[in-house]
């Protein structure tokens, strides 16, 4: 008879091979003959350019090899230059690629980013004691890494992935009573601030009202340690990292959903008509905050959700690819859905084809050359916005509902 940690031990050897598989056919059949991946690509060379020629990864030579790299020249007006924005600590990402063929590293971090998502989900099933049919938890999975903004963000090597991994983590062992865990893997987000800048904050205020000093303390310790050794390996890195934030809408291509609401589909609303929904949108977020703070689990959730859906509307310079931290509240629909309708499993499966169809139709009918277009910013987080507004009743009344039946 097996013993159970054979069997424990088999199955690690088996996911281990066919990662290694899976990692060398991505390779042999897509980054080697394809190139891409330039969210990877900027790390990949500003690291590089950092260890092997000196230079800060935040400097103008940086990021001249980084633009060599993705355009064969210096950028043009208009151009995205791909600078280095993330903390230098993000070097425990990145760093450790620049030893190897990039086509193969690209590889790596690419089944690296698809496991991440993956674990993600789950252990957002585990968050919202949803524990669906194999066949629905099988197609969840499917559509998760095929829905577009995953897709393109694991085809891009984009760290948002990595950024909804450490949240999901971070909220499951929250709800596990880890905070010690908890708030070491909140920090994993911090590499790419964009993702987490009305998160973290809302976190760290309900952990204070709840007295969780253990993850306040592990988060602010573990940033304050990785912050000073790299003050340590770099000491004028924050220097250079706040003036490339302050500066950073100088370099990129791309604005907020709402900008693009306010100067592009209605542009007679301009800056102020911008502004006011702004204003709008982030007092109804301090609302659910309030909420949060005084309600139960539910009223937590769905105050994540709508801080998640604004950060994503009014951050100066968005991406689809960091729509995958919505997948925690995308998810928490799911799961009420699947549990409390009668007919949640067919409803479940037809939101999952439309919107994936949708998206990528979309997507297809617009995009010009190898530039997605504004219009893939709507959507998503339009979509899901209206969703946990209107549906704000029910979703709470049902999800309190599953939990005292658990």
Do not use: C
Not at 12 to 24: D, M
Not at 129 to 158: C, D, M, N, S
Not at 311 to 332: D, G, H, Q
């Amino acid at each position: 008879m097996i013993s159970k940690r054979t069997s424990q031990w088999s199955g690690i050897i088996l996911i281990l091979l066919v990662s290694v598989g899976y990692t060398w056919a991505t390779w042999r059949y897509f980054t080697e003959p394809i190139p891409g991946g330039n969210d990877f690509l900027a790390h990949y060379t500003a690291w590089s350019a950092y260890i092997h020629l000196g230079v800060s990864p935040y400097s103008d030579e940086a990021a001249l090899y980084t633009q060599q790299a993705i355009y064969g020249r210096p950028t043009l007006p208009g151009e995205d230059q791909n600078r280095m924005t993330y903390p230098f600590y993000s070097i425990l990402i990145h760093a450790p690629f620049i030893y190897i063929n990039y086509p193969l590293a690209r590889a790596i971090y690419m089944t690296l980013l698809q496991a991440a998502l993956f674990i993600g989900v789950i252990m957002t099933f585990s968050l919202f004691q949803w524990v669906p049919k194999a066949w629905i938890a099988a197609i969840l999975l499917i559509w998760t890494l095929l829905f577009y903004p995953e897709a393109r963000g694991v085809i891009l090597g984009q760290f948002a992935i990595l950024g909804f991994f450490s949240l999901a983590g971070s909220l499951y062992f929250y709800n596990k009573q880890r905070d010690i865990l908890a708030g070491i893997i909140l920090v994993l987000s911090t590499i790419k601030p964009t993702l987490v800048f009305l998160v973290i904050p809302f976190f760290i205020i309900v952990a204070i009202t709840k007295r969780r000093w253990r993850f306040i303390i592990s988060f602010m310790l573990t940033v304050a340690i990785l912050s000073f050794a790299s003050l340590i390996a770099d000491p004028t890195w924050i220097s250079e990292w706040i003036f490339r934030i302050i500066h950073y809408s100088d370099y990129t291509v791309g604005q907020s959903p709402v900008w693009l609401l306010t100067h592009i589909a209605l542009p007679w609303l301009g800056g102020i008509g911008e502004e006011i929904i702004d204003l709008f949108l982030i007092a109804g977020m301090f609302f659910a905050w309030w909420r949060a703070i005084h309600e139960d689990d539910a009223e937590f959730n769905w105050a994540l959700g709508v801080t998640l859906v604004i950060s994503n509307l009014i951050v100066p310079r968005s991406a689809t690819t960091n729509y995958v931290l919505m997948l925690i509240p995308t998810l928490w629909i799911f799961s009420i859905l699947d549990q409390r309708l009668k007919w949640g499993k067919p409803i479940l499966v037809i939101t999952m084809v439309i919107s994936f169809a949708g998206l990528w139709w979309l997507h297809f009918a617009t995009v010009s050359g190898n530039q997605e277009q504004p219009i893939m910013f709507i959507p998503y987080p339009l979509v899901l916005g209206l969703f946990l507004l209107l549906g704000r009743k029910w979703l709470l009344k049902n999800y309190a509902r599953l939990n005292s039946l658990a």
